[in-house]
């Protein structure tokens, strides 16, 4: 099966630069997403990780090591609008197609 | 402009009444799939569809059902079989395992 662990909640300072965690044991990996998700909206894709390293792109950068089984979203200059629920998504290869599995999220509040 | 619609965004149903979602999409891609999303969990997975007229079950399936007679729709059904149907509902698409593109979700409310 697949386990997905981040944060429930974190908090920041508006200016501040934060980490956002994500833990996974799966079998089949094949990469690694993360979603932004306010609150009643759709997901929006913001990264994709397939190597080990980081992806940058603006303020939000995204690291994965497969052999820890570990990722972090890192955003930079933190605005108010990144108020959001930020979720992990591993992607893995099974019963001849691939899925996703979900972490719960990480409400991330920004304050001023 | 290319995307996903869901609707309606807010649904009423009464207990024991089956009730059918609807998720278009005019991205050309091929897979499309359901999400149930409650509060404090993440997505997890009704029914994917790789291809038209195929499908299968997701984590979850139980007390739902869909089609896919045509690659841009996707109709989710929620049947009086499922006992918790109140929850956020989210489509998506993706071409091949790129990533996934989510329409707007439909909240339902059962009463």
């Known amino acids: 099966g697949q386990n997905i662990d981040q944060p429930t909640e974190m908090t920041a300072t508006e200016g501040a630069i934060v980490q956002i965690n994500c833990t996974y044991q799966?079998?089949?990996?094949?990469?690694l997403f993360w979603y932004q998700q306010h609150a009643g909206e759709a997901p929006t894709f913001l990264s994709y990780n397939v190597l080990d390293g980081l992806e940058e792109k603006g303020r939000f950068s995204s690291f994965l090591s497969r052999s820890k089984g570990y990722s972090y979203l890192l955003l930079k200059e933190l605005q108010m609008k990144d108020s959001a629920s930020y979720l992990c998504?591993?992607?893995?290869w099974g019963a001849g197609s691939y899925q996703l599995t979900f972490g719960k999220g990480t409400k991330l509040s920004v304050i001023p | 402009d290319g995307g996903i619609t869901q609707s309606p965004k807010y649904l009423f149903r009464k207990e024991g009444q089956n009730v059918t979602l609807s998720c278009e999409q005019n991205?050309?891609?091929?897979?499309m799939y359901w999400y149930r999303q409650d509060p404090g969990q993440g997505l997890r997975l009704i029914y994917y569809s790789q291809i038209v007229n195929d499908f299968q079950k997701g984590d979850i399936a139980e007390g739902y059902s869909v089609s896919r007679e045509k690659k841009e729709s996707f109709p989710l059904t929620v049947t009086s079989a499922q006992k918790n149907p109140t929850a956020f509902y989210l489509c998506?698409?993706?071409?091949?395992?790129?990533?996934?593109?989510f329409g707007p979700g439909t909240r339902l409310t059962v009463l």
């Open positions: 799966t079998s089949g990996f094949n990469g």
């Open positions: 991205l050309n891609h091929d897979a």
């Open positions: 998506a698409s993706s071409q091949g395992d790129n990533e996934q593109f």
């Open positions: 998504a591993v992607k893995s």
